[in-house]
């Protein structure tokens, strides 16, 4: 049974607060690793909560960078849940021991732990030996700390197969749900997995294995795909209505990069469709200026070119990943390409 709610529930405000990380991934959109020293100052980020909780959004989904490398994480997340919001993170669980995670599974709603594959499979992405029983280790501490959790699973164009075992793995664990996210091709995984972007068969076989592995083990499996048959029975929700008239309409995910860049619904947009930077004005001014502009219902008409292009065409693949799809078809505008001729096109 695929998921009946595609393009899932609240607005959600994805936070980049840094770049710095333990790990320099393979996959990693935000180009992050240890070396890298980027981050937004504390001040600037809660600004942005409230600006963002007066917008509509009601969830915070925190990523990276790694976040547990944030020095002022606890205030971030504790910030979020005086306005109410909901709080999510993404860790990639090398860091969470008891002294790091503990004081902040209280702040914390949901964890995703990044879980690749099998051990060689995922020391190999992350580019580190021995970087999955480092994870695994403190999946006792996070379970412990009482926090809901889950893993993250990265879909390629060749592990597909490996998703049992990360559904078996998290059945063992006690972890509540498995997200299998489709490789997102921006940052570091441009040049490291050119080839690597799952197609629609892979897709389709992901959700029909998250369906069969869900029901036998008991962990809720869901995969970041949805059928065209979907696309077309929930078109207003990928669709959305003019005029543009407020930012949860158009962008209901908003993404803050650790540079302070402001991108409406997807990473690897074409940067045309951004709302500016942080570093220049707050949210709610940079949201005013962007809805006064032609941008937003230049992206509500994107997506419907994308909609119709992905509906109409007879040999239409039988599943894909939609907000990637909207983010290929932004760049093919910007280099006067048809969407489907591309592999890809520079933001």
Same mark, same amino acid.
């Given at each position: 049974?695929?998921?009946?709610?595609?393009?899932?529930?609240?607005?959600?405000?994805?936070?980049?607060?840094?770049?710095?990380?333990?790990?320099?991934?393979?996959?990693?959109?935000?180009?992050?690793?240890?070396?890298?020293?980027?981050?937004?100052?504390?001040?600037?980020?809660?600004?942005?909560?409230?600006?963002?909780?007066?917008?509509?959004?009601?969830?915070?989904?925190?990523?990276?960078?790694?976040?547990?490398?944030?020095?002022?994480?606890?205030?971030?997340?504790?910030?979020?849940?005086?306005?109410?919001?909901?709080?999510?993170?993404?860790?990639?669980?090398?860091?969470?021991?008891?002294?790091?995670?503990?004081?902040?599974?209280?702040?914390?709603?949901?964890?995703?732990?990044?879980?690749?594959?099998?051990?060689?499979?995922?020391?190999?992405?992350?580019?580190?030996?021995?970087? &999955?029983?480092? $994870?695994?280790?403190?999946?006792?501490?996070?379970?412990?700390?009482?926090?809901?959790?889950?893993?993250?699973?990265?879909?390629?164009?060749?592990?597909?197969?490996?998703?049992?075992?990360?559904?078996?793995?998290?059945?063992?664990?006690?972890?509540?749900?498995?997200?299998?996210?489709?490789?997102?091709?921006?940052?570091?995984?441009?040049?490291?997995?050119?080839?690597?972007?799952?197609?629609?068969?892979?897709?389709?076989?992901?959700?029909?294995?998250?369906?069969?592995?869900?029901?036998?083990?008991?962990?809720?499996?869901?995969?970041?795909?949805?059928?065209?048959?979907?696309?077309?029975?929930?078109?207003?929700?990928?669709?959305?209505?003019?005029?543009?008239?407020?930012? $949860?309409?158009?962008?209901?995910?908003?993404?803050?990069?650790?540079?302070?860049?402001?991108?409406?619904?997807?990473?690897?947009?074409?940067?045309? &469709?951004?709302?500016?930077?942080?570093?220049?004005?707050?949210?709610?001014?940079?949201?005013?200026?962007?809805?006064?502009?032609?941008?937003?219902?230049?992206?509500?008409?994107?997506?419907?070119? $994308?909609?119709?292009?992905?509906?109409?065409?007879?040999?239409?693949?039988?599943?894909?990943?939609?907000?990637?799809?909207?983010?290929?078809?932004?760049?093919?505008?910007?280099?006067?390409?048809?969407?489907?001729?591309?592999?890809?096109?520079?933001?």
């Amino acid at each position: 049974m695929f998921n009946d709610n595609p393009t899932g529930g609240m607005p959600v405000l994805q936070l980049h607060p840094s770049r710095r990380c333990n790990l320099a991934c393979r996959h990693c959109y935000s180009s992050s690793g240890p070396d890298i020293r980027q981050e937004l100052p504390i001040a600037t980020l809660t600004a942005c909560l409230d600006d963002a909780y007066a917008a509509g959004y009601r969830q915070l989904a925190i990523s990276g960078g790694e976040p547990l490398m944030y020095g002022e994480l606890h205030a971030l997340l504790w910030h979020a849940r005086e306005l109410g919001m909901t709080t999510t993170m993404t860790t990639n669980g090398m860091l969470a021991t008891a002294r790091h995670w503990t004081p902040l599974a209280p702040l914390v709603d949901f964890l995703a732990v990044s879980i690749d594959g099998l051990p060689a499979e995922h020391d190999e992405i992350r580019g580190q030996t021995g970087a &999955f029983d480092k $994870t695994v280790r403190h999946l006792d501490v996070i379970r412990t700390s009482g926090a809901p959790f889950g893993f993250i699973f990265t879909l390629t164009q060749h592990n597909v197969d490996s998703l049992e075992f990360v559904v078996r793995l998290a059945a063992q664990a006690g972890a509540r749900a498995v997200q299998v996210h489709p490789l997102t091709m921006d940052g570091r995984a441009t040049a490291t997995l050119p080839q690597a972007r799952p197609d629609g068969l892979e897709l389709i076989v992901a959700l029909v294995e998250a369906a069969r592995l869900g029901a036998a083990l008991g962990v809720a499996v869901h995969v970041d795909a949805v059928t065209v048959e979907q696309l077309m029975r929930y078109r207003s929700r990928f669709v959305p209505a003019l005029p543009v008239t407020s930012l $949860t309409q158009v962008a209901p995910i908003l993404v803050v990069q650790a540079d302070g860049m402001v991108v409406p619904l997807t990473h690897g947009i074409a940067g045309r &469709f951004m709302l500016g930077s942080l570093g220049t004005a707050r949210l709610a001014l940079l949201a005013e200026r962007w809805l006064e502009s032609q941008w937003p219902d230049e992206l509500a008409q994107l997506c419907r070119r $994308t909609w119709e292009d992905l509906t109409a065409c007879e040999t239409a693949t039988a599943a894909l990943y939609w907000y990637e799809e909207v983010a290929v078809a932004s760049r093919a505008l910007i280099a006067g390409l048809p969407r489907w001729t591309l592999g890809s096109v520079p933001a």
